[in-house]
């Protein structure tokens, strides 16, 4: 079965990078995404990788694969204080658009 | 141009009683997912629907049921409340399951059961 996780919590000082961490565990993942949720808010859409790549930049979110681990991360370049939320990590398998979440990393971004 | 939208925000029932949480997706989109999180998880896939057709259902009993209308829009309803209900209800449309079609979420309904 699908299982995905993460570590709780992050804290980092504003302009500092952070680099968040997820480990999948089915292999037949075809896109993998990250998604923001600020307080009292739905999921925001930050980016995603499909499965065959092992690295996309977006401004300043790079994603990187590792699919022999089932390592995936996030890095978000000179953290803000509005980047403050917590990030989940999802995986879609092949069997419709399904998404499994992991358990969201709270970060805290100090000024 | 409009997002996902859902309604009611939030929501109050007692044990036993029945919810219906709505949903328009965003214009042009024809997929909407429904999933349940609990505070301080992430979501759990309750049930998608495309063209009007039941696509995929996570696990969940059958007190959970869903329907989508002509114009997208969709519906979940849950019968027999129970105190483990008590969650974030989030909606997420796509323009089809196919291919690489990001959901996107709406802010969801907050439902408390008493």
């Known amino acids: 079965g699908e299982d995905v996780e993460q570590s709780l919590f992050l804290s980092v000082r504003e302009g500092d990078s952070s680099v968040i961490n997820c480990t999948y565990t089915d292999s037949s993942s075809t896109y993998l995404y990250w998604y923001k949720q600020e307080p009292g808010a739905g999921l925001q859409l930050l980016t995603y990788i499909f499965s065959n790549m092992d690295m996309k930049q977006d401004q300043r979110l790079t994603v990187l694969l590792n699919k022999k681990d089932k390592h995936l991360s996030l890095r978000i370049a000179d953290t803000q204080t509005g980047d403050s939320a917590i990030y989940f990590c999802?995986?879609?398998?092949?069997?419709?658009?399904?998404?499994?979440f992991g358990g969201g990393t709270r970060l805290m971004v100090k000024p | 141009d409009a997002g996902v939208t859902q309604s009611p925000t939030h929501l109050i029932k007692t044990r036993g009683q029945h919810v219906t949480l709505r949903c328009s997706p965003i214009s042009g989109h024809k997929s909407v997912s429904w999933y349940q999180q609990v505070l301080g998880q992430g979501p759990q896939f309750i049930f998608q629907?495309?063209?009007?057709?039941?696509?995929g259902r996570g696990n969940f009993p059958d007190r959970f049921s869903a329907r989508q209308f002509p114009n997208y829009s969709s519906e979940l309803n849950v019968n027999a409340l129970l105190l483990g209900d008590s969650a974030l209800y989030l909606c997420a449309s796509s323009p089809s399951p196919y291919g690489n079609q990001p959901q996107h979420f709406g802010d969801g309904t907050r439902l408390s059961i008493l």
């Open positions: 999802a995986e879609r398998i092949n069997a419709g658009n399904m998404l499994t």
């Open positions: 629907y495309y063209e009007k057709e039941e696509r």
